[in-house]
């Protein structure tokens, strides 16, 4: 299609090598929608156990003042932000936006807390140095915060990455990193929960972030997200992964990349807002019946 005859309201741009990117935008709408679906949670979790409203002081602090005109300025905000909010000793579970956030708010917490281990969940490696010609964007988080040192490599595990890449080996930079890589090929028709002891073992007792991206979800079950990758994970595995992550010293979280525009039953927020309570339900000093 010609790009000048192109819906304007759809995002493309020739990509270095063949075709373009279309990235299906809208995702700083996914908090809002996120918020109405997670009208459904009840207090407890019936399959843990766990009991966060007894367990925590539980608030919904509203959003970050962003720049939508400015992602720079944007990272800048939410990097300020996440100081404070970490100060009072607040363990953030941050509903995204795209995945560009992880690498501001690891900023703060690696300030706070030193390199950090990460559990990342995602269709994408999200380790790209330049995209569209911009080193700050969802796609190159991770490369950023292992240049200034945000993260502790061996103790990075990146779960479900697929689809089509920009090089035949999409994963080389996560593996000389020391990262931990596990394809969604090693995820499929199995259960994570095995898996889930190997990280645990891996993340050891010092602290760990989570960060979710929603298209590590097979699209059919989590479509309202901006580049959907087919053969991905289920919900059930999605759960295994966050229940796995129990015991583990987790800092911070986040569950990014919900697009509502492309959710029309709202079943991407719903299952987002589901995750987001399972990673409240594994948080440190959590009661459990
Ligand atoms: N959805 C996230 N976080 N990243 C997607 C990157 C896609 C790309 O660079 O082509
Ligand atoms: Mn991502
Ligand atoms: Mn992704």
Redesign the pocket.
């Known amino acids: 299609m010609d790009p000048e005859t192109r819906d304007p309201g759809t995002y493309h741009s020739p990509s270095r090598i063949l075709g373009s990117i279309i990235y299906r935008n809208s995702i700083r709408f996914g908090p809002r929608q996120i918020r109405v679906e997670s009208a459904m949670l009840r207090a407890y979790n019936s399959g843990t156990r766990a009991a966060p409203y007894e367990s925590l002081v539980v608030a919904d602090i509203g959003d970050v003042n962003v720049n939508v005109y400015d992602l720079k300025d944007t990272c800048k905000r939410i990097r300020e932000a996440y100081r404070k909010i970490l100060a009072t000793g607040c363990i953030p579970l941050t509903m995204g936006g795209d995945?560009t956030i992880a690498y501001p708010i690891l900023q703060a917490v690696a300030e706070k807390h030193g390199p950090v281990g990460l559990v990342h969940v995602?269709?994408?490696a999200?380790t790209s140095d330049v995209v569209l010609g911009e080193k700050i964007g969802?796609?190159t988080p991770f490369r950023r915060c292992v240049e200034e040192g945000l993260l502790d490599c061996q103790r990075v595990v990146q779960i479900g990455l697929r689809g089509s890449g920009y090089s035949a080996d999409s994963y080389e930079w996560s593996r000389e990193q020391g990262f931990r890589v596990v394809p969604v090929e090693e995820c499929w028709f199995k259960s994570l929960t095995p898996l889930m002891s190997e990280v645990r073992a891996q993340m050891g007792s010092g602290p760990v972030y989570l960060s979710f991206?929603?298209?590590?979800l097979d699209p059919g079950f989590a479509p309202g997200?901006?580049?959907p990758?087919i053969a991905g994970l289920t919900p059930i595995q999605g759960v295994e992964i966050i229940r796995g992550c129990r015991g583990l010293n987790l800092v911070g979280c986040d569950l990014?990349?919900v697009s509502p525009p492309y959710d029309p039953t709202g079943n991407t927020a719903l299952t987002g807002a589901n995750l987001l309570f399972e990673m409240l339900c594994v948080l440190p000093k959590m009661k459990y019946y």
């Open positions: 995945h995602d269709a994408h999200d969802h796609g991206d929603i298209d590590a997200t901006g580049t990758e990014v990349e």
